[in-house]
């Protein structure tokens, strides 16, 4: 099955501050690399995604780069805010039918 | 639009009490389902999931149990709860297995007394 590795698993930074978290994988069939964000005591949400067709996309202050060679890919935020904290996940697929989820990134925006 | 619903919030049960929480999605038709397990504010643990009616795998032995009864349905039982299965649990569809995005529901936090 698929390993997902995520670092750091603590992030704290100023606001205005850029912050990156990274992950790596371990099968190279994967295709799909989602980024979910959770809110303290709600649901994780997708904030973004990519596929193995690509090598970055982005979303206004979000971007995710996905490098196939080396089986990684990162999240990057820009200009952070304080509403950006958050426990952040990257995941990959797993099989045919499930995703492996990577530990979670605690990002703390201090104002 | 496809919408998730799952219940209850929040739950309080003694150790050796059963347990059923339950999990349905709307505006959809044969989705895949899952059950996780989030312990400690971290770290998405799979415990079941399923690709059709009846269709039940599991990624971790353990106390609990998995059902499908229906298309749209998912439940997540226990005849026995124990200490350790206290935490926060989250019900999820995908529209496609492993490569689409998966949209989660609220989530039950389970406390075990």
């Known amino acids: 099955g698929e390993n997902v590795e995520q670092h750091p698993s603590t992030l704290s930074v100023q606001e205005g501050d850029s912050a990156v978290i990274k992950c790596t994988y371990s099968?190279?069939?994967?295709?799909?690399f989602p980024w979910y964000k959770q809110e303290l005591g709600k649901r994780p949400q997708l904030i973004i995604d990519?596929?193995?067709?690509?090598g970055e996309k982005k979303d206004q202050r979000i971007a995710v780069t996905l490098n196939k060679t080396a089986k990684h890919f990162s999240l990057h935020i820009t200009e952070t805010q304080p509403e950006d904290s958050a426990v952040y996940f990257c995941a990959a697929p797993s099989g045919y039918s499930t995703l492996t989820f990577g530990k979670g990134t605690m990002l703390l925006v201090s104002p | 639009s496809q919408t998730i619903h799952q219940w209850p919030a929040t739950l309080v049960q003694p150790v050796g009490s059963p347990l059923s929480l339950e999990c349905t999605v709307e505006?959809?038709?044969?989705?895949?389902l899952y059950w996780y397990r989030q312990a400690a504010g971290r770290g998405l643990q799979l415990l079941f999931y399923s690709v059709g009616i009846g269709q039940i795998s599991s990624e971790v032995p353990q106390n609990l149990s998995a059902s499908r009864p229906q298309d749209r349905q998912f439940i997540l039982s226990s005849k026995k709860l124990l200490l350790s299965d206290s935490g926060f649990y989250l019900c999820?569809?995908?529209?496609?297995?492993?490569?689409?995005?998966?949209?989660f529901g609220q989530g039950t936090r389970l406390t075990v007394v």
């Open positions: 999820a569809w995908s529209g496609s297995p492993g490569n689409t995005e998966a949209f």
């Open positions: 505006g959809t038709s044969n989705p895949n």
């Open positions: 099968d190279s069939a994967s295709n799909y």
């Open positions: 990519i596929r193995s067709n690509v």
